[in-house]
């Protein structure tokens, strides 16, 4: 059961939107910055979003960041079938630990 | 461009220490902001955070492994350390090193190690 909790999956068309929630509390998400991750299958997590809408300069802008109280929120335009993989959440508790959520399978129908 | 690089035994016996060493090139591990740290995956499971320290000591752990776990940073050698002591087949994982902005987030990962504990 992780801290955080992200829908177990989300699916959308080539070229569509789509959104992935990150729901938390006030112990992490409601006082701390979020991050996003990608994990493309086999390979490690790669950072796409950092101090909840702040992206590394290699992301492309298609990829971007929310946050709102103890929730955050992930968009991804413009779909394309390389953009499947799982997504991650992350931030810090105030349990003095970092917490990642479930994770969410994105499929590009 | 930082590279992170894990290295270790695939295979560990129940009740035995788990020790993985990463090795950082491309960059210095002496400024104290970054944290170094450790995160595994357990097969077809999601991301978790085992913990992290700064070169100058200053050490965080999830609180769950806190009794089994401790993150050493050699600045000199340009590595840090995991140790997991007393594992079990939960400890089954591909473990993640990775440098850490601050206490959060990870923003360079290595590629992953993965560790079997078998008898």
């Not at chain 1, 991050?35 to 992206?55: C, E, M």
């Not at chain 1, 990829?63 to 968009?75: D, I, N, Q, W, Y």
């Not at chain 2, 995160?39 to 077809?44: A, N, T, Y």
Request: glycine letters at 10%; a neutral charge; one cysteine or more.
């Amino acid at each position: 059961q992780s801290v955080l909790t992200q829908p177990p999956s989300v699916s959308a068309a080539p070229g569509q939107k789509v959104t992935i929630s990150c729901s938390g509390s006030s112990s992490n998400i409601g006082n701390n910055v979020v991050s996003w991750y990608q994990q493309l299958p086999g390979t490690a997590p790669k950072l796409l979003i950092y101090d909840n809408d702040k992206r590394p300069s290699e992301i492309p802008d298609r990829f971007s960041g929310s946050k709102s109280g103890t929730s955050a929120t992930l968009a991804i335009t413009g779909l394309q079938t390389g953009d499947e993989a799982d997504y991650y959440c992350g931030t810090w508790d105030s349990s003095l630990s970092a917490v990642f959520g479930g994770g969410t399978k994105l499929s590009v129908l | 461009q930082l590279q992170l690089r894990e290295s270790g035994p695939g295979l560990v016996k129940p009740s035995d220490t788990l020790s993985l060493t990463c090795i950082v090139s491309g960059g210095s591990m002496s400024r104290s902001f970054y944290y170094w740290g450790w995160i595994r995956q357990s097969p077809g499971k999601g991301l978790e955070w085992i913990g992290s320290s700064s070169s100058t000591g200053s050490a965080y752990y999830k609180p769950s492994l806190v009794n089994r776990v401790s993150i050493s940073v050699d600045t000199s050698s340009n590595q840090f350390s995991l140790r997991l002591t007393s594992v079990t087949a939960t400890d089954t994982a591909v473990y993640y090193c990775a440098r850490l902005d601050g206490l959060f987030p990870p923003d360079s990962w290595g590629q992953g190690t993965l560790v079997i504990v078998s008898s």
